[in-house]
């Protein structure tokens, strides 16, 4: 994941590494379709990335440190992350196997978040 400098006429700079993902958690396979999908960032700036072919979502604090692994059973294809009221609930949006374009998906709910 990379961070940038957002100027004051909206164009970005300082390109920079803000989280490298790879080296912040085991990956169950080696995919190049391994990365990011969704993300969403809590009122403390935490960041919850929906790691797509990685089965799981990762919290990252606003400096890019690994707070969480929050495992999906239900498949490797995790992609959209929502929260529910008061940011105590995330819903994730998932796919058993991701490699399946006939896959069906299913909606998880991880409680207590924070």
């Keep these: 994941m990379l961070k940038f ?3 004051e006429d909206g164009s970005l700079s300082n390109r920079s590494n803000f989280a490298l993902l ?3 958690t085991k990956n169950k396979v080696e995919s190049w379709w391994l990365g990011p999908d969704s993300m ?3 009122s403390k700036g935490n960041i919850y990335v929906a790691q797509w072919f990685g089965g799981k979502i990762l919290k ?3 400096e ?3 707070l969480h692994v929050f495992e999906i059973a239900a498949g490797d294809g995790t992609t959209n992350v929502a ?7 995330l819903y994730v949006t998932v796919v058993k196997d991701p490699k399946d374009s006939q896959a069906k998906g299913s909606i998880v709910k ?5």
């Design 5 to 7: 400098k957002i100027n």
């Design 64 to 66: 890019g440190k690994l």
């Design 40 to 42: 969403k960032v809590d």
């Design 83 to 89: 929260f529910g009221e008061g940011e105590n609930e």
């Design 22 to 24: 790879n080296l912040l």
């Design 110 to 114: 991880i409680a207590n978040v924070k």
């Design 60 to 62: 990252i604090s606003p």
